[in-house]
């Protein structure tokens, strides 16, 4: 992994919903500027980041650096905190107001943005009404930049930050301290192996019951995948425990809370969860187990319903066919349609249509 830090001058195109970004970023000792790819949610001209990653050689447009990981520097110079506060990060400054902030308060600027926000009031044209828009617009910025941090400081890619960050905003950093395992449900793109990965950096043991669960539902998806709508409970222990190198016994009482709350369903299961075990009964995810149900209930109705189709005189239908297709059937199709007609069966014949 190379490592490169720069000031982005200008971004050449951004995805907000999944931050793919490329930029052109000035990098001290290099004339030309340097094109970066990555994702970064929100990027900024005039921000100063940290990158780590990969250089490539497009065949179109030559050199890049593909960072895979990120930090986010504040401007280390009057003109780059001038960039940096004009380029539209922060609602209520634009081009002409970051001039003037700047040349007030120079390179304490962004300590006085973040710290004592109130002394923008000396600036001409910041009342308390925009001294309030500025203080709420940093202090989102330094809530994405508190997340970035914290996820990728626990192995979360740039990439699968921003998605987390897309989904929970600000909630980010509790949800994922709480139970890293809602990743693998609530962002596209991340599985339970990623999820577990990042629960084990943030200290979560292999016992832990919220892993547990997740990995049953793993599992269950993983069987679904290869064609099974419901698994035996035995031989789906067996691959648990396999996978979650845990006891039987905290699969088992994982099985029982899952149930619960509805996320499986155990068929014919009744309050004794041991006598289920005995009875090696099928184990379904919840929709699958509706989509299986709806079938059987609507095969049922079918099956109950009262037929509607008239009573049909086979040879009058035979000559009736065969005079509007001008056609003479032979002996051994005749008697086939004549079968069908008195079994009430459908007769599919010919190519297309």
Not at 143 to 148: G, P
Request: overall charge neutral; hydrophobic content about 40%; charged content about 30%.
């Amino acid at each position: 992994m190379a490592e490169l830090r720069g000031q982005i001058e200008r971004i050449t195109y951004s995805n907000e919903e999944n931050g793919y970004t490329i930029a052109r970023v000035r990098v001290a000792g290099e004339r030309d500027l340097i094109t970066v790819v990555g994702n970064l949610p929100a990027p900024m001209p005039g921000e100063v980041i940290h990158m780590t990653g990969d250089w490539s050689n497009h065949p179109r447009y030559g050199s890049q650096f593909r960072f895979h990981r990120y930090r986010t520097l504040a401007p280390a110079s009057i003109a780059g905190i001038e960039k940096y506060l004009g380029s539209g990060l922060i609602k209520g400054i634009g081009p002409v107001m970051a001039k003037r902030i700047v040349k007030a308060f120079g390179e304490e600027t962004l300590e006085v943005i973040d710290r004592r926000v109130e002394e923008l009031s000396h600036v001409e044209g910041i009342g308390c009404k925009r001294i309030d828009i500025i203080r709420r617009a940093w202090e989102d910025q330094k809530e994405i930049r508190e997340v970035m941090i914290f996820l990728q400081a626990h192995g979360v890619s740039s990439a699968y930050a921003t998605r987390i960050f897309k989904q929970y905003g600000r909630d980010s950093i509790a949800v994922v301290k709480e139970n890293p395992y809602r990743l693998a449900t609530d962002v596209f793109g991340i599985g339970f192996v990623t999820a577990d990965r990042i629960a084990e950096k943030l200290g979560f043991p292999k016992e832990s019951p919220v892993r547990v669960e997740a990995g049953i539902l793993y599992v269950l998806n993983r069987m679904a995948d290869e064609g099974h709508v419901y698994y035996p409970y035995d031989p789906l222990v067996a691959k648990c425990r396999e996978i979650l190198d845990v006891p039987d016994e905290q699969v088992a009482r994982a099985f029982g809370r899952i149930t619960l709350e509805g996320r499986i369903v155990l068929e014919d299961l009744n309050e004794d969860v041991e006598s289920f075990r005995e009875n090696r009964k099928a184990v379904y995810l919840a929709p699958y187990y509706q989509a299986e149900s709806s079938a059987a209930s609507r095969l049922g109705a079918l099956l109950r319903a009262r037929p509607s189709i008239r009573r049909v005189d086979t040879d009058k239908a035979l000559a009736w066919v065969q005079d509007r297709l001008s056609i003479t059937l032979a002996e051994r199709q005749t008697e086939a349609v004549r079968c069908a007609l008195e079994s009430k069966a459908m007769v599919i014949t010919g190519g297309p249509g």
